[in-house]
C-alpha cells in the first residue's frame, strides 16, 4: 500500500525559508519520478518541481530561483527546500510521482505572511 507522508510546513514572514519532506512507503522510491505539488484555497491543484530517479529536476517559472527539489532514496524522502518564500507561495503543499499516480497525502501546510 502507497503511503506519502509530508511535514516541514509551518508559518513563515516573506522573505523566510521552510524544507518540506515527503516520506514515501509501498513503492520502489529509487527508481520513481517524484514532484511536489501545491493547492492554495480556490485554485486547482498545481506542480511545483520534479526530480528524477537520475536526479535531473526541472521547475514551475513561478519558483524557479527559489526552490530546490533534492531526494535521499536511501530514505526514501523527497525534500523542498524553500528560500525567499512570498505570500502567494500559501498553500498545502503534496507530493506524488510525476504522474500523480498514488493515493494523495494530507499534505503539510504552509503560510507566508507579508
Known amino acids: 500500500q502507497v503511503q506519502l507522508v509530508e511535514s516541514g510546513g509551518g508559518l513563515v514572514q516573506a522573505g523566510g525559508s521552510l524544507r518540506l519532506s515527503c516520506a514515501a512507503s509501498?513503492?520502489?522510491?529509487?527508481?520513481?519520478?517524484m514532484a511536489w505539488y501545491r493547492q492554495a484555497p480556490g485554485n486547482q491543484r498545481e506542480l511545483v518541481a520534479t526530480i528524477f530517479s537520475g536526479g535531473y529536476t526541472n521547475y514551475a517559472d513561478f519558483v524557479k530561483g527559489r526552490f530546490t527539489i533534492s531526494r535521499y532514496n536511501a530514505k526514501n524522502t523527497v525534500y523542498l527546500q524553500m528560500n525567499s518564500l512570498k505570500p502567494e507561495d500559501t498553500a498545502v503543499y503534496y507530493c506524488?510521482?510525476?504522474?500523480?499516480?498514488?493515493?494523495w497525502g494530507q499534505g503539510t501546510q504552509v503560510t507566508v505572511s507579508s
Open positions: 509501498g513503492i520502489i522510491f529509487s527508481i520513481s519520478t
Open positions: 506524488n510521482s510525476g504522474d500523480k499516480r498514488w493515493p
